[in-house]
């Protein structure tokens, strides 16, 4: 039985649902992992917030997740400072696309670099963590689906990238994300990153969104990025 907060209680209807939500997800990660004789806790559930406003990520926080994505600096910039400040434990993951022009501002407010994918941007992590002396946990963004229009390093690169990233850049290579090519089976694009992670000694996968995470989870996600799920459809654009 789900023990239910006092800030859970004292919630309105949307953040309600919000938690219903996260309980809901949760179980079924927990139940996808046992199933497949993995450890539940060795998968972490990312509630990707963007374009959802802090009401909507305070009723997240309201049932004890800590564990939040965003896929703009600039958008991110304006909800979580503040929120950080309050709970202190949060871990905040950029799940989005980083201009080397924004790198500053990422290493002061995120905890996870999830889209790491060119060398140019390599350096300047590296460089703006010394400067700021915090070592943030990355990772490589594979286009796995070769996809022209789409960010990350190509398979057949990756295993280089990596490299480069690790003993010219000191990086801390975490994990490995991709996102499937929308009009194919995504199980295969986690088994081929899955593959990638192997031979590259990387130990955690972000893979799986809310339409496909549980398959994601089978296959080997340590990090599945779930939005709509938790939230709910996106707000109109003001």
Request: proline share 6%; charged share 25%; glycine share 6%.
């Amino acid at each position: 039985m789900s023990v239910v907060s006092d800030d859970e209680k004292n919630m309105s209807a949307a953040g309600k649902s919000i938690a219903g939500n996260l309980h809901d997800l949760q179980a079924r990660v927990y139940k996808t992992a046992q199933r497949v004789g993995r450890d539940p806790m060795d998968v972490a559930l990312v509630a990707i917030s963007k374009v959802h406003g802090v009401d909507a990520i305070r009723a997240a926080l309201a049932t004890g997740h800590r564990i939040f994505g965003e896929n703009r600096v600039q958008e991110a910039q304006q909800k979580w400072p503040a929120l950080k400040a309050e709970y202190a434990d949060v871990a905040l993951h950029l799940v989005g696309p980083l201009q080397t022009n924004k790198v500053r501002d990422a290493v002061a407010l995120f905890d996870v670099i999830e889209a790491l994918d060119r060398p140019k941007l390599a350096a300047k992590l590296a460089e703006e963590m010394a400067e700021q002396s915090r070592s943030l946990p990355c990772f490589v963004q594979v286009n796995t689906g070769e996809e022209p229009q789409k960010a990350g390093v190509l398979p057949k690169e990756a295993g280089a990238f990596i490299k480069l990233c690790r003993l010219d850049y000191g990086l801390t290579i975490q994990g490995l994300m991709c996102i499937p090519t929308q009009d194919e089976e995504p199980a295969m694009h986690f088994a081929f990153l899955r593959e990638i992670a192997r031979r590259n000694d990387v130990p955690c996968l972000s893979m799986g969104m809310s339409a496909d995470f549980e398959t994601a989870i089978e296959l080997g996600a340590t990090h599945v990025r779930l939005g709509t799920a938790v939230f709910g459809p996106r707000p109109p654009k003001p």
